[in-house]
Nanobody, 124 residues
């Protein structure tokens, strides 16, 4: 049972990256999926989340990425499409799963499975 995050790299400001989080050994059907990031010297923060309540899907974005990032999911994978990247987006990005009943908590302690992290560097 594991999550595999990929897609990070070096990109210039204004560029785009597509992060993927693939699940193996279990299905994502019963989990919400969040992307966190941690910049050097800063605490880990939630960036985006996609979950489901009463049969309807919903997503969450932290204010700083609204309009630039888009989260999606299918049965076994989540994708975070990041456009118009800024230097302040530089961080290690992690995907993580939480039981759907929990919604999209910003507190990382409730998350069960974590990907290994993928580094995103935005620099000219």
């Amino acid at each position: 049972v594991q999550l595999q995050a990929s897609g990070g790299g070096l990109v210039q400001p204004g560029g785009s990256l597509r992060l993927s989080c693939a699940a193996s050994g279990f299905t994502l059907d019963y989990y919400g999926i969040s992307w966190f990031r941690q910049a050097p010297g800063k605490e880990r923060e939630i960036v985006s989340c996609i979950s489901r309540s009463a049969g309807s899907a919903y997503s969450y974005y932290t204010d700083s990425v609204k309009g630039r990032f888009t989260i999606s999911r299918d049965k076994n994978k989540s994708v975070l499409q990041m456009n118009n990247l800024k230097p302040e987006d530089t961080a290690v990005y992690y995907c993580a799963t939480v039981p759907i009943i929990a919604g999209c908590p910003g507190d990382s302690s409730g998350y069960i499975y974590w990907g290994q992290g993928t580094l995103v560097t935005v620099s000219s």
